[in-house]
């Protein structure tokens, strides 16, 4: 307020202060597109895009600053990016990143406010898994080595009542191995003789150990039945098929 000689007066005000003790508020950090949960994978050969929702209540963000990296709040993978305060998205394809078969990545977004504090948001592991498991073996039979108790394959068996395979050794170094599908035909790369059935990984207690399943009755007095294994990863659209001609004769008692 001022006031001069006749008396007359006029008033200002400042537009305000708004204290800020606190960073922003990070609520999500998301990699798209991908599958998984608690680790990321990557199916695409094309570079993801990065999406946050960063806020400040108070004073409003200023900019954010994103890093690429082997590890959290690295950059080693790609040049850090300074980005404004209206930006909630990255395209990393726009960024010359590139990808290759078992890159491991995380994403990390700080988001600093107008009077400089931050908050960091960290993305979960991201894997790029472009390849399907590695095929292990399959063993017709339940026949095992005398005390060793390894199964060894068998050409001919008598029973008609039940069959049997173990296999062992699908692998996948990127995404795991989470579940197997089987199924019996009559000759190789038919599925006729029943339908295919899905096995979880997460069942069993020990990993590429032989498991026993017993598939259906037969009422045949000689038929050679094939087993088809599929191991399927964590990016479930990628999987390993293996056939094996079983050579299982059955003779009716």
């Excluded at 895009?49 to 993978?77: C, R, Y």
């Excluded at 060894?152 to 069959?163: A, F, T």
């Excluded at 089987?182 to 979880?200: E, K, L, S």
């Amino acid at each position: 307020k001022a006031k001069n000689a006749r008396g007359d007066t006029v008033m200002s005000s400042s537009d305000g202060v708004i204290i800020d003790r606190t960073p922003p508020v990070a609520k999500s950090i998301q990699i798209a597109p991908s599958s998984g949960k608690e680790t990321l994978f990557l199916t695409s050969p094309s570079a993801p895009v990065v999406t946050w929702s960063i806020d400040d209540p108070e004073s409003g963000i200023s900019h954010f600053i994103v890093h690429v990296g082997s590890f959290p709040l690295h950059s080693d993978l790609l040049a850090t990016e300074h980005l404004d305060s209206l930006s909630r998205s990255l395209d990393l394809g726009q960024t010359n990143f590139t990808l290759y078969q078992g890159l491991i990545f995380y994403v990390t977004v700080t988001g600093i406010n107008m009077v400089g504090l931050e908050t960091v948001a960290t993305s979960q592991q991201v894997v790029v898994d472009w390849t399907p498991p590695e095929a292990g073996e399959i063993v017709d039979g339940n026949r095992t080595k005398p005390r060793a108790g390894v199964f060894i394959d068998s050409n001919y068996q008598k029973d008609n009542g039940m069959l049997f395979a173990h296999w062992s050794g699908f692998k996948d170094s990127e995404s795991d191995v989470i579940k197997y599908q089987w199924c019996v035909g009559i000759a190789q790369g038919n599925y006729d003789f029943c339908v295919v059935h899905v096995f979880f990984k997460s069942w069993s207690s020990q990993r590429y150990v032989p498991i026993i399943h017993s598939i259906y009755n037969v009422q045949m007095q000689l038929f050679i039945f094939n087993f088809f294994v599929r191991s399927c990863n964590y990016t479930y659209n990628i999987k390993s098929f293996l056939k094996r001609c079983g050579l299982l004769f059955f003779r009716h008692l």
